[in-house]
């Protein structure tokens, strides 16, 4: 088996990436990457420090002093910023409210694009994000780009954050989600787009279970 496949998920804000390539990941043993929670990390230490984004020497001397380490169990994303552990605290409102404005700013990519290039060197991976296939890994061996209907993805994630935010409105999680998707498909820096060998994955009406096999389908041919 080759020991260096990558696979590259993009696709829109919560229309179930992370879930598939946990899913993918564990079913082949790959390791898999988190991209968005590395930019979601970089957001928190902006909201913390106060970083003026339109200042690019604050924006520089922020970057070296982040250190973002993944610690994979069990194939859940364990993120620590400057050996803090903050995979809860990224997730929340303030940081997703924050966190598109932060991927746009082109030092910041450039680092986080530099990082996770060095995590797919020689080793079988699967990646999700919004530049993936097109940037990061523009080699990938299998690119699937995914979609769902907005409505229903403004549904799960409420369903997903109901537990530690009690007080959110599904309008909030549609209206946030809805301003990441335009904020992340008009930037200027690396754009979310389909790369033009990207493979569809609309999961509006998939379970998890189908949208694993849709992709297992495409990916266990290249193990052979
Ligand atoms: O996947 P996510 O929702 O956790 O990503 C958080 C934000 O980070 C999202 O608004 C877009 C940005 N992002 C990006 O620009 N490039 C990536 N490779 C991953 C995420």
Known sequence: MSSNIVVAIDGYSSCGKSTLAKALAKKLHFIYVDSGAMYRAVALYFLRNNIDMS????????????HLNFHSRDYQTHITLNDEEVSEEIRQMPVSDKVSAVAAIHEVRAEMVCQQQRMGKSKNIVMDGRDIGTVVFPHAQIKLFMTADPKIRAERRYKELLPTNPTITLEEVFENLAHRDYADTTRKESPLTRADDAIILDNTDLTPVEQLQFALDRVEPLLV
């Open 55 to 66: 200042d690019h020497v604050q924006i520089a001397e922020a970057l070296k002093n982040i």
